[in-house]
């Protein structure tokens, strides 16, 4: 079975620009979750959607958001790229069987370059 | 405010044994994880503890006490393959994931 999903695998842009990432989860799933993770922190939360509504979001700027489609896939987007968004972008996905908490599966990530 | 800390950095040699400590302070407790993360890829989950005591898998065991705030993973016969980082993460009472900054662990021969 395959795992979690994330497309490109790398990224280069400059300042300003927008950038849109995308996961597809693991077959089943409906919970997605985005992750911001700067070398040598641990991940910090952006987003959860399930069943494409917003479940939760952390302490990001307004220029950060997301969204997540029928098929369970889910885009997250920049705007106004700043050089402090250069991290890697990670993706989990969960089951949520609606029960309690779920083991999250995590995608290869993206690595985002902002010159 | 919320906080997890762990140590910045260890240092085992292969075939020892090593504990990596995880305390916390957060708003609610829903669970604690373990994830190992190797330079450059994703974490891979490791283990889940949300009652009191020690849960055994294979060569890695994790520990919590909830009145102590406290977690512990110990990593039995280091192999150089366990050259990682160890993140540990708490479930708030939101049900998001608190994350620590990680332990880095280097394996010597």
């Known amino acids: 079975d395959a795992g979690v999903t994330q497309s490109p695998t790398h990224l280069i842009k400059t300042r300003g620009q927008h950038v849109t990432l995308r996961c597809s989860p693991i077959?089943?799933?409906?919970?997605v979750s985005w992750y911001q993770q700067v070398l040598g922190q641990g991940p910090q939360f952006i987003f959860q959607?399930?069943?494409?509504?917003?479940?939760g979001r952390g302490n990001f700027p307004d220029r950060f958001s997301a969204r997540q489609f029928p098929n369970y896939s889910s885009e997250l987007n920049v705007n106004a790229l700043l050089l402090g968004d250069s991290a890697l972008y990670l993706c989990?996905?969960?089951?949520?069987?609606?029960?309690?908490?779920?083991?999250?599966?995590f995608g290869p990530g993206t690595r985002l370059l902002v010159l | 405010g919320q906080n997890i800390d762990q140590p910045t950095e260890m240092t085992a040699t292969e075939g020892a044994i090593v504990q990596i400590n995880c305390t916390y302070q957060?708003?609610?407790?829903?669970?604690l994880f373990w994830y190992q993360q190797h330079a450059g890829e994703a974490p891979t989950f490791l283990s889940y503890?949300?009652l009191d005591g020690l849960e055994e898998k294979g060569r890695f065991s994790s520990f919590l006490s909830r009145s102590k705030g406290y977690s512990y993973l110990l990593l039995k016969e280091l192999q150089m393959k366990d050259s990682a980082s160890y993140l540990c993460?708490?479930?708030?009472?939101?049900?998001?994931?608190?994350w620590g900054a990680g332990t880095k662990l280097i394996i010597k021969p």
């Open positions: 989990a996905s969960s089951l949520e069987t609606g029960g309690d908490v779920e083991t999250q599966y």
């Open positions: 077959s089943g799933h409906k919970s």
């Open positions: 957060t708003s609610g407790f829903n669970g």
């Open positions: 993460a708490v479930i708030d009472s939101n049900y998001q994931l608190i």
């Open positions: 959607y399930y069943e494409k509504e917003e479940r």
């Open positions: 503890n949300v």
